[in-house]
């Protein structure tokens, strides 16, 4: 006896579900030829033996998950996934060391052996801290982390957030509203989404609220439960911001926390939230941190040469203020040994 199934097409790339001039559906349905298979808007429909429906349903769900992990399908992926197990293929894919796969084929994954670490650190671990310089794969290492663990249904959302700090601009002068003041500063996590998902995926779950890029004023008074939470660009957080932020983390939630203790943007009396937290958290149990160096840069090689001229610089200037404190101090004892 016929019946009908009714399978909702998820958001995926309709014309990498359906190809030009539908070849790739054509391909599909070639392997069902016992069916009726019809699709219509956001839906297939398909008629026939049941048994065949189920078989049917099975190779769709797996080209579905084709399509959502690796951004693109193929008729040799095609091919492929109509003659071997399902379970076989997701098995593979698990052995794999990609993080993501953005669009156009584009592989994300750790470059260097301390962004390997950041990432065994972050399975392990459900708060971790990624300190080092800019270009270090900080961030880009953690949003892939993130969209991965999205992709994989490990959580329901994704929050990326930052200090609104002014770094030498005045916020309150730029043009347009608050998000418009804002995106500026939250454009790299943007950056980052935009290389590991296409654009209207992105555009669509910020629309939901599956993904939250926001300012990390907004996170108080919050619980965030079931969520990836990346703090970005976080030296430049207040102690008191640094405080709130950790205690928002919820069940089931996975918090990463990166920053550059070397670009600290707050007022000069002002300690950072990240150096203090990392003082009272290294070492606890279930908390991770690794510390990257410009060894693990993946910019233009220039840059690693800039970090370690500064780096240099750095610790020149430290050495001459400590020099002149202790003059000081030494003075300070004369002056006290001789009254």
């Known amino acids: 006896m016929e019946q009908e199934k009714q399978i909702p097409i998820p958001f995926v790339d309709p014309l990498e579900l359906f190809g030009t001039n539908n070849t790739k559906f054509k391909l599909i349905t070639s392997y069902f030829p016992k069916l009726k298979i019809v699709a219509r808007g956001s839906t297939i429909k398909a008629i026939g033996d049941p048994r065949e429906l189920e078989r049917f349903e099975k190779k769709l769900d797996l080209i579905f998950w084709h399509i959502d992990k690796y951004n693109r399908l193929t008729e040799r992926n095609i091919e492929q996934m109509m003659s071997a197990d399902a379970e076989e293929i997701r098995k593979t894919a698990d052995k794999e060391d990609v993080l993501v796969y953005g669009p156009g084929g584009l592989k994300v994954k750790a470059r260097t052996p301390n962004q390997a670490r950041l990432v065994k650190a972050v399975e392990k671990d459900d708060m971790s801290f990624a300190i080092g310089p800019a270009g270090t794969g900080k961030t880009y290492t953690a949003v892939a982390l993130a969209v991965r663990a999205l992709k994989e249904k490990q959580v329901r959302r994704i929050i990326l957030t930052r200090p609104a700090v002014e770094a030498g601009e005045n916020l309150g002068f730029l043009p347009g509203d608050l998000k418009e003041k804002l995106d500026p500063y939250l454009q790299p996590l943007y950056d980052a989404l935009l290389d590991m998902l296409p654009y209207d995926k992105v555009a669509d779950y910020i629309d939901k609220g599956v993904i939250e890029v926001a300012p990390l004023a907004f996170m108080r008074g919050r619980t965030l439960d079931k969520a990836f939470v990346i703090l970005d660009e976080a030296q430049n957080a207040t102690v008191a911001q640094m405080r709130m932020f950790l205690t928002r983390m919820g ?89």
């Open 251 to 339: 069940q089931q939630a996975k918090f990463i926390i990166t920053g550059d203790v070397s670009q600290v943007d707050l007022p000069r009396k002002q300690q950072s939230g990240l150096v203090k937290a990392v003082q009272l958290l290294d070492g606890k149990e279930g908390i991770s941190i690794i510390r990257l160096t410009g060894e693990d840069v993946i910019r233009h090689k220039l840059v690693t040469l800039v970090i370690n001229a500064f780096e240099v610089d750095d610790a020149e200037q430290q050495a001459k203020r400590d020099r002149i404190a202790q003059e000081k101090k030494d003075k300070a004892g004369e002056k006290h040994a001789s009254a």
